[in-house]
């Protein structure tokens, strides 16, 4: 096994067997973490998300995890990494429910225009990278199963682009913090090669 402790956080609405499968075929050891206990001591924490951001919430609150999530990531600078629902709980607000979430980016969280594009965008769409945040990943096709969408009130956290009937942000990476509007783990070689850059950089600054 390589040398980090990898805690993916599984909870009712998240992904994360699929996520453990993905981390422990790149050869990291891995486990997933139920408690606030089961953060402690790790080097890298993942945070999947399916379903909705104040269902997500609801989840970390009903685990206790959010005053150690903050005090791991945001204390500890222990590398995080949140995928789909779980990247847009980064931000301080989400319309999907009229949600409250996290608050550790400033922006906020909106849904695609019925109007302009089918909702919700299902499937593989290209991502732009627009700043070099990990070493050995590559910019391509990624696959993405959104209704919503981040919107950074500081655009130097903007990590990666798409187009969905306009550009918007598929990725985001501030310090020691990551997300990913795209599903690494379903997102074949290129979800397993951006996702083995972040294992393996530990805690880089973005």
């Not at 997500?56 to 500890?76: F, N, Q, W, Y």
Request: hydrophobic content about 40%; aromatic content about 10%.
């Amino acid at each position: 096994m390589k040398a980090s402790t990898v805690k993916i956080i599984d909870y009712k609405a998240g992904n994360a067997p699929s996520v453990l499968h993905a981390v422990k075929r790149l050869g990291y050891s891995a486990d997933f973490a139920r408690c606030a206990q089961d953060i402690e001591g790790a080097s890298h924490i993942i945070l999947p998300g399916v379903g909705s951001a104040g269902a997500t919430m609801d989840s970390l609150r009903e685990m206790g995890l959010i005053r150690p999530l903050e005090d791991a990531v945001l204390s500890k600078n222990v590398s995080f990494m949140g995928i789909c629902v779980g990247m847009q709980i980064l931000f301080d607000h989400s319309e999907e429910g009229d949600a409250p979430c996290l608050g550790w980016l400033g922006g906020r969280v909106i849904k695609f225009s019925d109007d302009d594009v089918r909702v919700p965008q299902m499937g593989w769409n290209r991502v732009s990278f627009v700043k070099d945040a990990l070493p050995g990943y590559e910019e391509g096709f990624f696959y993405f199963v959104n209704s919503y969408y981040a919107k950074p009130e500081d655009k130097s956290d903007i990590w990666g682009e798409a187009d969905y009937g306009g550009i918007f942000t598929a990725a985001v990476c501030k310090g020691n913090i990551y997300g990913t509007q795209f599903h690494l783990e379903k997102s074949g070689e290129a979800g397993l090669k951006l996702l083995d850059a972040f294992l393996r950089a530990g805690v880089k600054q973005c």
